[in-house]
Protein backbone atom coordinates (compact mmCIF):
# COMPACT_ATOMS: atom_id res chain seq x y z
CA UNK A 1 0.00 0.00 0.00
CA UNK A 2 1.27 3.13 -1.00
CA UNK A 3 1.54 6.51 1.15
CA UNK A 4 1.06 9.86 0.01
CA UNK A 5 3.44 11.90 3.04
CA UNK A 6 1.94 14.98 4.70
CA UNK A 7 4.38 17.55 6.36
CA UNK A 8 2.54 20.23 8.69
CA UNK A 9 0.80 17.72 11.17
CA UNK A 10 -2.33 16.57 8.92
CA UNK A 11 -1.00 13.20 9.14
CA UNK A 12 -0.26 10.42 6.41
CA UNK A 13 -3.34 9.70 3.64
CA UNK A 14 -3.74 6.24 2.45
CA UNK A 15 -3.97 5.54 -1.09
CA UNK A 16 -7.33 3.61 -1.18
CA UNK A 17 -8.88 5.75 2.04
CA UNK A 18 -7.26 9.39 0.57
CA UNK A 19 -7.24 8.99 -3.69
CA UNK A 20 -10.69 10.91 -4.47
CA UNK A 21 -10.03 13.50 -1.50
CA UNK A 22 -6.56 14.38 -3.23
CA UNK A 23 -8.14 14.31 -7.03
CA UNK A 24 -10.91 16.86 -5.81
CA UNK A 25 -8.23 19.11 -3.77
CA UNK A 26 -5.87 19.22 -5.70
CA UNK A 27 -5.99 17.88 -9.50
CA UNK A 28 -2.69 19.28 -10.44
CA UNK A 29 -1.00 16.80 -8.33
CA UNK A 30 -2.51 14.69 -10.63
CA UNK A 31 -2.17 16.37 -13.90
CA UNK A 32 1.61 16.07 -12.60
CA UNK A 33 1.77 12.67 -11.89
CA UNK A 34 0.86 11.82 -15.60
CA UNK A 35 2.93 14.51 -17.51
CA UNK A 36 5.50 13.95 -15.01
CA UNK A 37 5.04 10.19 -14.79
CA UNK A 38 5.59 9.87 -11.20
CA UNK A 39 3.86 7.58 -9.11
CA UNK A 40 1.41 9.14 -5.89
CA UNK A 41 3.47 7.55 -3.45
CA UNK A 42 6.06 10.13 -4.06
CA UNK A 43 4.52 12.97 -4.27
CA UNK A 44 5.10 14.96 -0.92
CA UNK A 45 2.31 17.64 -0.54
CA UNK A 46 3.39 20.24 1.73
CA UNK A 47 0.25 21.50 4.29
CA UNK A 48 1.27 24.19 5.87
CA UNK A 49 4.19 26.26 4.52
CA UNK A 50 4.03 29.02 6.52
CA UNK A 51 7.29 28.82 7.76
CA UNK A 52 9.67 28.94 5.17
CA UNK A 53 12.84 28.68 6.54
CA UNK A 54 11.26 25.10 7.79
CA UNK A 55 10.46 23.86 4.74
CA UNK A 56 14.10 24.92 3.23
CA UNK A 57 15.97 23.08 5.69
CA UNK A 58 13.76 19.97 4.69
CA UNK A 59 14.04 20.60 1.20
CA UNK A 60 18.21 21.28 1.73
CA UNK A 61 18.58 17.44 2.30
CA UNK A 62 16.40 15.54 0.52
CA UNK A 63 16.47 11.81 0.86
CA UNK A 64 17.14 10.34 -2.49
CA UNK A 65 14.41 8.69 -4.04
CA UNK A 66 12.59 9.85 -1.32
CA UNK A 67 10.11 12.23 -3.43
CA UNK A 68 10.06 13.25 -6.93
CA UNK A 69 7.28 16.30 -6.78
CA UNK A 70 6.41 19.05 -4.23
CA UNK A 71 2.08 20.24 -4.52
CA UNK A 72 1.53 23.13 -2.23
CA UNK A 73 -1.98 25.02 -1.44
CA UNK A 74 -0.53 28.77 -2.25
CA UNK A 75 3.08 30.05 -3.44
CA UNK A 76 3.51 33.26 -1.01
CA UNK A 77 5.94 31.15 1.71
CA UNK A 78 7.79 30.17 -1.43
CA UNK A 79 11.47 31.93 -1.26
CA UNK A 80 14.26 32.00 -3.59
CA UNK A 81 16.26 29.71 -1.11
CA UNK A 82 13.65 26.77 -1.57
CA UNK A 83 13.33 27.48 -5.36
CA UNK A 84 17.37 27.04 -5.52
CA UNK A 85 16.84 23.38 -4.02
CA UNK A 86 14.26 22.69 -6.20
CA UNK A 87 16.29 23.33 -9.20
CA UNK A 88 19.41 21.33 -7.77
CA UNK A 89 17.77 18.27 -6.75
CA UNK A 90 15.03 17.98 -9.87
CA UNK A 91 12.01 18.09 -7.72
CA UNK A 92 8.75 19.06 -9.52
CA UNK A 93 7.18 22.18 -7.91
CA UNK A 94 3.34 22.50 -8.44
CA UNK A 95 0.90 24.98 -7.38
CA UNK A 96 -2.74 24.10 -6.10
CA UNK A 97 -3.75 27.70 -5.94
CA UNK A 98 -2.53 29.23 -8.96
CA UNK A 99 -2.65 25.73 -11.16
CA UNK A 100 1.23 26.67 -12.04
CA UNK A 101 3.45 23.84 -13.13
CA UNK A 102 7.07 25.91 -12.16
CA UNK A 103 9.46 24.00 -14.53
CA UNK A 104 7.78 25.53 -17.56
CA UNK A 105 9.95 29.33 -18.55
CA UNK A 106 7.06 30.99 -17.50
CA UNK A 107 6.03 29.32 -14.30
CA UNK A 108 9.99 29.43 -13.10
CA UNK A 109 9.47 33.83 -13.81
CA UNK A 110 6.19 33.09 -11.88
CA UNK A 111 7.93 31.25 -8.85
CA UNK A 112 10.96 34.09 -9.03
CA UNK A 113 8.81 36.69 -8.84
CA UNK A 114 6.38 35.42 -5.80
CA UNK A 115 9.33 34.37 -4.14
CA UNK A 116 10.19 37.98 -4.18
CA UNK A 117 6.88 39.19 -2.85
CA UNK A 118 7.13 36.71 -0.23
CA UNK A 119 10.86 37.81 1.01
CA UNK A 120 9.79 41.47 0.97
CA UNK A 121 6.46 40.86 2.78
CA UNK A 122 8.60 38.59 5.60
CA UNK A 123 11.46 41.12 5.66
CA UNK A 124 8.58 44.13 6.55
CA UNK A 125 6.60 42.34 8.70
CA UNK A 126 9.76 41.55 10.89
CA UNK A 127 10.94 45.15 10.79
CA UNK A 128 7.39 46.46 11.59
CA UNK A 129 7.30 43.74 14.43
CA UNK A 130 11.00 44.92 15.90
CA UNK A 131 9.21 48.19 15.66
CA UNK A 132 6.57 47.55 18.20
CA UNK A 133 8.60 45.62 20.26
CA UNK A 134 10.83 48.45 20.67
CA UNK A 135 7.83 50.99 21.18
CA UNK A 136 6.33 48.78 24.23
CA UNK A 137 10.12 48.88 25.65
CA UNK A 138 10.28 52.44 25.66
CA UNK A 139 7.25 53.15 27.31
CA UNK A 140 8.44 50.32 30.36
CA UNK A 141 5.64 47.41 28.98
CA UNK A 142 6.96 43.94 28.67
CA UNK A 143 7.21 41.99 25.80
CA UNK A 144 6.64 38.26 25.47
CA UNK A 145 4.88 36.23 28.53
CA UNK A 146 4.71 37.72 31.83
CA UNK A 147 7.58 36.70 33.94
CA UNK A 148 7.62 34.80 36.65
CA UNK A 149 6.96 37.17 40.00
CA UNK A 150 4.35 39.53 38.23
CA UNK A 151 0.70 39.32 36.89
CA UNK A 152 -1.57 41.19 35.11
CA UNK A 153 -3.34 42.37 38.29
CA UNK A 154 -6.71 41.41 36.60
CA UNK A 155 -7.66 39.41 40.09
CA UNK A 156 -11.52 39.42 39.61
CA UNK A 157 -10.67 37.86 35.74
CA UNK A 158 -7.59 36.19 36.97
CA UNK A 159 -7.00 33.35 34.10
CA UNK A 160 -3.30 33.03 35.58
CA UNK A 161 -2.37 29.31 36.23
CA UNK A 162 -0.45 30.58 39.64
CA UNK A 163 -4.16 32.43 40.45
CA UNK A 164 -6.88 29.67 41.82
CA UNK A 165 -6.01 27.66 44.66
CA UNK A 166 -2.03 29.83 44.77
CA UNK A 167 -2.76 33.33 44.77
CA UNK A 168 -4.18 35.05 47.79
CA UNK A 169 -5.81 37.74 45.70
CA UNK A 170 -7.67 35.28 43.26
CA UNK A 171 -11.43 36.72 42.47
CA UNK A 172 -10.64 40.22 44.48
CA UNK A 173 -10.88 43.71 43.31
CA UNK A 174 -8.37 43.67 40.38
CA UNK A 175 -4.87 45.72 41.37
CA UNK A 176 -4.01 47.00 37.80
CA UNK A 177 -5.61 47.75 34.54
CA UNK A 178 -4.07 44.81 32.77
CA UNK A 179 -1.52 47.35 30.94
CA UNK A 180 1.00 47.41 34.22
CA UNK A 181 2.42 43.84 35.49
CA UNK A 182 2.14 43.93 39.33
CA UNK A 183 4.08 41.94 41.76
CA UNK A 184 2.51 38.35 42.34
CA UNK A 185 2.53 37.70 46.09
CA UNK A 186 3.54 33.71 45.76
CA UNK A 187 5.85 34.39 42.77
CA UNK A 188 7.16 37.41 43.72
CA UNK A 189 8.23 36.05 47.11
CA UNK A 190 10.13 32.71 45.44
CA UNK A 191 12.15 35.13 43.21
CA UNK A 192 13.09 37.17 46.51
CA UNK A 193 14.20 34.69 47.96
CA UNK A 194 16.17 32.59 45.33
CA UNK A 195 18.63 35.73 45.06
CA UNK A 196 18.78 35.91 48.97
CA UNK A 197 20.27 32.14 48.56
CA UNK A 198 22.31 32.68 45.75
CA UNK A 199 23.67 35.86 46.89
CA UNK A 200 25.24 34.47 50.21
CA UNK A 201 27.36 32.08 48.02
CA UNK A 202 26.34 29.34 49.77
CA UNK A 203 23.44 27.57 47.38
CA UNK A 204 24.44 26.94 43.57
CA UNK A 205 21.17 27.26 41.32
CA UNK A 206 20.71 23.36 41.78
CA UNK A 207 20.25 23.53 45.59
CA UNK A 208 18.17 27.19 45.10
CA UNK A 209 15.43 24.75 43.25
CA UNK A 210 15.58 22.10 45.59
CA UNK A 211 15.20 25.03 48.98
CA UNK A 212 12.45 26.44 46.37
CA UNK A 213 10.48 22.92 46.07
CA UNK A 214 10.93 22.25 49.46
CA UNK A 215 9.76 25.87 50.28
CA UNK A 216 6.40 27.51 50.48
CA UNK A 217 4.16 30.70 51.79
CA UNK A 218 2.46 30.82 54.92
CA UNK A 219 -1.04 32.80 54.30
CA UNK A 220 -2.75 34.60 57.30
CA UNK A 221 -5.15 32.01 57.22
CA UNK A 222 -3.19 29.26 57.65
CA UNK A 223 -2.86 27.36 54.31
CA UNK A 224 0.58 26.88 53.23
CA UNK A 225 1.28 27.76 49.03
CA UNK A 226 4.08 25.50 48.37
CA UNK A 227 6.88 27.66 45.25
CA UNK A 228 6.25 26.39 41.38
CA UNK A 229 7.00 27.49 38.25
CA UNK A 230 4.88 29.94 35.90
CA UNK A 231 3.93 27.26 33.56
CA UNK A 232 2.58 27.79 30.34
CA UNK A 233 -1.20 28.11 29.11
CA UNK A 234 -2.03 25.30 26.96
CA UNK A 235 1.53 24.02 26.66
CA UNK A 236 2.87 22.82 30.02
CA UNK A 237 1.35 23.29 33.94
CA UNK A 238 3.05 24.99 36.92
CA UNK A 239 5.71 22.56 38.60
CA UNK A 240 8.63 22.20 40.34
CA UNK A 241 11.90 24.55 39.61
CA UNK A 242 14.54 23.24 37.80
CA UNK A 243 17.86 24.15 37.69
CA UNK A 244 17.95 25.61 34.68
CA UNK A 245 14.36 27.74 35.69
CA UNK A 246 16.54 29.32 38.38
CA UNK A 247 19.92 29.93 35.95
CA UNK A 248 17.05 31.63 33.69
CA UNK A 249 15.57 33.38 37.12
CA UNK A 250 18.64 35.13 38.74
CA UNK A 251 19.37 36.26 35.33
CA UNK A 252 16.50 38.03 34.80
CA UNK A 253 17.08 41.95 34.55
CA UNK A 254 13.31 42.44 33.76
CA UNK A 255 13.01 42.20 38.10
CA UNK A 256 15.01 45.69 38.55
CA UNK A 257 12.01 47.42 37.36
CA UNK A 258 13.88 47.93 33.65
CA UNK A 259 12.56 46.36 30.40
CA UNK A 260 15.48 45.08 28.23
CA UNK A 261 15.52 45.24 24.25
CA UNK A 262 17.68 42.67 22.61
CA UNK A 263 16.62 43.32 18.94
CA UNK A 264 18.63 41.10 16.41
CA UNK A 265 22.11 41.42 15.24
CA UNK A 266 23.60 41.91 11.55
CA UNK A 267 22.58 38.92 10.86
CA UNK A 268 18.87 39.23 12.08
CA UNK A 269 19.50 36.72 14.87
CA UNK A 270 18.16 37.82 18.54
CA UNK A 271 20.87 38.76 20.60
CA UNK A 272 21.92 36.96 23.74
CA UNK A 273 21.40 37.87 27.09
CA UNK A 274 24.49 39.84 27.77
CA UNK A 275 24.34 41.62 24.48
CA UNK A 276 21.05 43.24 25.16
CA UNK A 277 20.35 46.50 22.54
CA UNK A 278 19.16 49.06 25.40
CA UNK A 279 17.60 49.11 28.43
CA UNK A 280 14.29 51.21 29.14
CA UNK A 281 13.00 52.17 32.77
CA UNK A 282 9.76 49.81 33.38
CA UNK A 283 6.42 50.37 34.75
CA UNK A 284 6.13 47.51 36.92
CA UNK A 285 7.80 47.04 40.39
CA UNK A 286 10.96 45.98 41.26
CA UNK A 287 11.24 42.67 43.05
CA UNK A 288 14.94 43.28 43.42
CA UNK A 289 17.15 46.08 43.95
CA UNK A 290 19.69 46.92 40.87
CA UNK A 291 22.60 46.39 43.16
CA UNK A 292 21.68 43.10 44.44
CA UNK A 293 21.62 41.80 40.80
CA UNK A 294 24.77 42.95 39.60
CA UNK A 295 26.01 41.06 42.88
CA UNK A 296 24.26 37.71 41.73
CA UNK A 297 25.80 38.56 37.91
CA UNK A 298 29.68 38.96 39.61
CA UNK A 299 28.73 35.77 41.76
CA UNK A 300 28.08 33.50 38.54
CA UNK A 301 30.97 34.68 36.56
CA UNK A 302 32.78 33.53 39.92
CA UNK A 303 30.89 30.40 39.73
CA UNK A 304 31.18 29.77 36.21
CA UNK A 305 34.76 28.76 36.37
CA UNK A 306 34.28 25.66 38.96
CA UNK A 307 32.99 22.47 39.18
CA UNK A 308 30.34 21.85 41.84
CA UNK A 309 28.69 18.95 43.99
CA UNK A 310 24.84 18.60 45.05
CA UNK A 311 24.47 19.34 48.01
CA UNK A 312 28.39 20.70 48.86
CA UNK A 313 29.15 24.77 48.38
CA UNK A 314 30.89 25.59 45.09
CA UNK A 315 34.20 25.72 44.56
CA UNK A 316 35.72 28.94 44.92
CA UNK A 317 39.64 29.56 45.40
CA UNK A 318 41.90 32.54 45.07
CA UNK A 319 42.59 31.61 41.12
CA UNK A 320 39.50 29.95 40.11
CA UNK A 321 38.50 31.99 36.16
CA UNK A 322 42.78 33.09 36.65
CA UNK A 323 44.77 30.41 36.19
CA UNK A 324 45.16 28.96 32.47
CA UNK A 325 47.27 26.06 30.87
CA UNK A 326 49.75 27.39 28.77
CA UNK A 327 49.92 24.61 26.63
CA UNK A 328 46.52 23.97 25.83
CA UNK A 329 44.70 27.62 26.39
CA UNK A 330 41.52 26.43 28.67
CA UNK A 331 41.46 27.61 32.37
CA UNK A 332 42.32 25.25 35.14
CA UNK A 333 39.41 24.04 37.12
CA UNK A 334 39.13 24.31 41.10
CA UNK A 335 38.59 20.57 42.48
CA UNK A 336 38.86 19.04 46.05
CA UNK A 337 39.21 15.80 47.63
CA UNK A 338 38.54 15.37 51.25
CA UNK A 339 40.51 18.80 52.75
CA UNK A 340 43.04 19.07 49.99
CA UNK A 341 42.34 21.50 47.41
CA UNK A 342 43.97 21.32 43.59
CA UNK A 343 43.59 23.06 40.03
CA UNK A 344 42.85 20.38 37.16
CA UNK A 345 42.92 21.21 33.14
CA UNK A 346 39.21 21.67 32.00
CA UNK A 347 40.09 19.33 29.43
CA UNK A 348 41.03 16.68 31.07
CA UNK A 349 37.62 17.11 33.81
CA UNK A 350 35.21 17.25 30.42
CA UNK A 351 36.85 14.57 28.48
CA UNK A 352 37.34 16.90 25.82
CA UNK A 353 40.97 16.99 25.07
CA UNK A 354 44.60 15.41 25.90
CA UNK A 355 46.35 17.57 27.10
CA UNK A 356 49.24 16.91 29.49
CA UNK A 357 49.04 19.76 32.17
CA UNK A 358 49.58 17.57 35.37
CA UNK A 359 47.16 18.46 38.28
CA UNK A 360 48.12 21.16 40.59
CA UNK A 361 48.34 21.48 44.58
CA UNK A 362 46.31 24.51 45.11
CA UNK A 363 48.80 26.03 48.10
CA UNK A 364 51.72 25.99 45.76
CA UNK A 365 50.53 28.01 42.50
CA UNK A 366 48.88 30.29 44.71
CA UNK A 367 51.74 31.04 46.75
CA UNK A 368 53.79 31.71 43.62
CA UNK A 369 50.83 33.99 42.32
CA UNK A 370 50.76 36.20 45.32
CA UNK A 371 54.58 36.11 45.95
CA UNK A 372 54.37 38.06 42.53
CA UNK A 373 52.18 40.22 43.84
CA UNK A 374 53.50 41.27 46.82
CA UNK A 375 56.72 42.20 44.82
CA UNK A 376 55.41 44.49 43.14
CA UNK A 377 56.36 48.05 44.21
CA UNK A 378 55.35 51.31 43.00
CA UNK A 379 58.02 54.45 43.38
CA UNK A 380 56.58 57.18 45.87
CA UNK A 381 56.18 59.76 42.97
CA UNK A 382 54.00 57.45 41.04
CA UNK A 383 51.30 59.51 40.01
CA UNK A 384 53.66 62.36 39.04
CA UNK A 385 55.76 60.07 36.86
CA UNK A 386 52.55 58.84 35.26
CA UNK A 387 51.43 62.21 34.82
CA UNK A 388 55.06 63.36 33.59
CA UNK A 389 55.35 60.33 30.98
CA UNK A 390 51.27 60.40 29.46
CA UNK A 391 50.23 64.48 29.55
CA UNK A 392 52.30 67.16 28.00
CA UNK A 393 53.50 70.34 29.54
CA UNK A 394 50.94 72.62 28.88
CA UNK A 395 48.13 70.08 29.92
CA UNK A 396 49.84 69.38 33.05
CA UNK A 397 50.14 73.19 33.86
CA UNK A 398 46.43 73.99 32.96
CA UNK A 399 45.51 70.92 35.27
CA UNK A 400 46.94 72.31 38.33
CA UNK A 401 45.33 75.64 37.93
CA UNK A 402 42.36 74.32 37.36
CA UNK A 403 43.18 71.66 40.70
CA UNK A 404 43.99 74.91 42.55
CA UNK A 405 40.68 76.84 41.55
CA UNK A 406 38.42 73.93 42.63
CA UNK A 407 40.25 73.24 46.13
CA UNK A 408 40.01 77.47 46.73
CA UNK A 409 36.55 76.92 45.84
CA UNK A 410 35.79 74.22 47.81
CA UNK A 411 37.91 75.69 50.49
CA UNK A 412 35.62 78.76 50.65
CA UNK A 413 32.36 76.99 50.44
CA UNK A 414 33.14 75.25 53.67
CA UNK A 415 34.11 78.19 55.18
CA UNK A 416 30.96 79.91 54.20
CA UNK A 417 28.82 76.92 55.57
CA UNK A 418 30.58 76.45 58.89
CA UNK A 419 29.79 80.44 59.24
CA UNK A 420 26.17 80.20 58.47
CA UNK A 421 26.34 82.28 55.71
CA UNK A 422 25.38 79.21 53.16
CA UNK A 423 22.40 76.62 53.67
CA UNK A 424 22.89 73.37 53.53
CA UNK A 425 21.02 72.62 50.16
CA UNK A 426 23.50 74.59 48.80
CA UNK A 427 26.01 73.35 50.18
CA UNK A 428 25.72 70.07 49.17
CA UNK A 429 25.26 71.05 45.82
CA UNK A 430 28.44 72.38 46.02
CA UNK A 431 29.53 69.52 47.49
CA UNK A 432 28.59 67.35 44.68
CA UNK A 433 30.17 69.54 42.01
CA UNK A 434 32.98 69.30 43.64
CA UNK A 435 33.51 65.73 43.40
CA UNK A 436 32.68 65.79 39.89
CA UNK A 437 34.82 68.38 38.63
CA UNK A 438 37.74 66.57 40.67
CA UNK A 439 36.66 63.12 39.49
CA UNK A 440 37.08 64.14 35.74
CA UNK A 441 39.54 66.76 36.18
CA UNK A 442 42.56 64.02 34.57
CA UNK A 443 41.57 62.37 31.02
CA UNK A 444 39.60 59.24 31.54
CA UNK A 445 43.05 57.13 30.68
CA UNK A 446 44.96 59.02 33.42
CA UNK A 447 42.21 58.17 36.25
CA UNK A 448 42.04 54.77 35.10
CA UNK A 449 45.70 54.59 35.61
CA UNK A 450 45.58 56.65 38.89
CA UNK A 451 42.70 54.35 40.35
CA UNK A 452 44.67 50.72 39.91
CA UNK A 453 47.68 52.31 40.84
CA UNK A 454 46.37 52.86 44.67
CA UNK A 455 44.46 49.09 44.30
CA UNK A 456 47.89 47.98 43.53
CA UNK A 457 49.40 49.88 46.66
CA UNK A 458 46.67 48.44 49.03
CA UNK A 459 46.64 44.85 47.25
CA UNK A 460 49.12 43.09 49.19
CA UNK A 461 47.78 44.37 52.53
CA UNK A 462 44.33 43.88 51.65
CA UNK A 463 45.32 40.30 50.10
CA UNK A 464 46.57 39.34 53.70
CA UNK A 465 43.77 40.48 55.63
CA UNK A 466 41.29 38.61 53.52
CA UNK A 467 39.39 36.02 55.23
CA UNK A 468 37.93 33.55 52.55
CA UNK A 469 39.07 32.75 49.59
CA UNK A 470 35.90 34.28 47.82
CA UNK A 471 37.56 37.50 49.03
CA UNK A 472 41.29 36.99 48.13
CA UNK A 473 39.45 36.24 44.12
CA UNK A 474 37.83 39.40 43.91
CA UNK A 475 41.18 41.42 45.15
CA UNK A 476 43.08 39.08 42.97
CA UNK A 477 40.67 39.77 39.64
CA UNK A 478 41.19 43.74 40.18
CA UNK A 479 44.42 43.44 38.79
CA UNK A 480 44.47 40.19 36.83
CA UNK A 481 42.92 39.19 34.37
CA UNK A 482 44.93 35.64 33.63
CA UNK A 483 47.71 34.02 34.79
CA UNK A 484 49.26 31.32 32.65
CA UNK A 485 51.01 28.01 33.84
CA UNK A 486 53.10 25.44 32.61
CA UNK A 487 54.11 22.34 34.38
CA UNK A 488 54.10 24.03 37.80
CA UNK A 489 55.72 26.90 36.98
CA UNK A 490 54.00 30.58 35.91
CA UNK A 491 55.00 31.71 32.26
CA UNK A 492 53.05 34.81 31.97
CA UNK A 493 50.70 37.32 33.65
CA UNK A 494 47.82 38.93 31.93
CA UNK A 495 46.91 42.24 33.56
CA UNK A 496 44.27 44.55 33.33
CA UNK A 497 45.12 47.68 30.79
CA UNK A 498 45.64 50.20 33.17
CA UNK A 499 47.95 47.89 34.90
CA UNK A 500 50.16 47.58 32.17
CA UNK A 501 51.49 50.88 32.14
CA UNK A 502 52.25 50.71 35.90
CA UNK A 503 54.36 47.73 35.28
CA UNK A 504 56.79 49.71 33.72
CA UNK A 505 57.14 51.64 36.78
CA UNK A 506 56.87 48.72 39.43
CA UNK A 507 59.90 47.65 41.50
CA UNK A 508 60.62 43.97 42.55
CA UNK A 509 62.51 43.41 45.67
CA UNK A 510 64.92 45.47 47.72
CA UNK A 511 68.10 45.42 45.07
CA UNK A 512 65.72 47.93 42.90
CA UNK A 513 65.52 45.27 39.50
CA UNK A 514 63.11 46.09 37.90
CA UNK A 515 60.33 43.20 37.20
CA UNK A 516 60.25 43.98 33.75
CA UNK A 517 63.39 42.84 33.09
CA UNK A 518 62.37 39.45 34.80
CA UNK A 519 60.90 36.29 33.28
CA UNK A 520 57.87 36.62 35.18
CA UNK A 521 56.66 40.31 33.75
CA UNK A 522 55.86 39.63 30.42
CA UNK A 523 51.89 40.88 30.75
CA UNK A 524 49.54 40.55 27.90
CA UNK A 525 46.20 42.67 27.68
Known amino acids: MHTLQEIGGAGALHEESGLK ?40 QPRPGAFHGIAMDFTFAITIQVKGVLNTTGITFVSVKENLDFTTPWGKLALAVLGMLAEIYIDNLSQETHKGKLARARKGFWNGAIPLGYCNGQCSECTD ?24 PIEGEAVRRAFQWYLTGHFSDGAIAEKLNADGLELPDGRHIPFRTKGIPGRFPPGPFSKESIRDMLQRRFYTRVVVYYGVDEKGRRRKRGDFQAIFPGKHPALISGEYFECAQVLRRQFSCRTRRRSS ?58 DFVYSLKLPPDWKNVVRSKMLPPAQRTEIARRGRE ?20 RFQEEKWQYQIDKANLHPPEITAIIKIGKVLDSLPRRLSQAKDWVKKNKLLRLALVGVRIKGHELTA ?20 IRTRDLWLDRPAC
Open 21 to 60: HVQRAVPAILMATVEKELELSNIERQVDFGNAAVGAKHLA
Open 161 to 184: LNGVDCCPNFNKPNRSDGKILVDH
Open 313 to 370: KPNIYPLSGLLICDSCGWTMRAVSSGKRRYYRDTTRIEHSGSCNQPTLKAEDIEQQVL
Open 406 to 425: LEERWTRATELYLDGLLDRG
Open 493 to 512: THVRLPLYTLLFHCFSGSDG
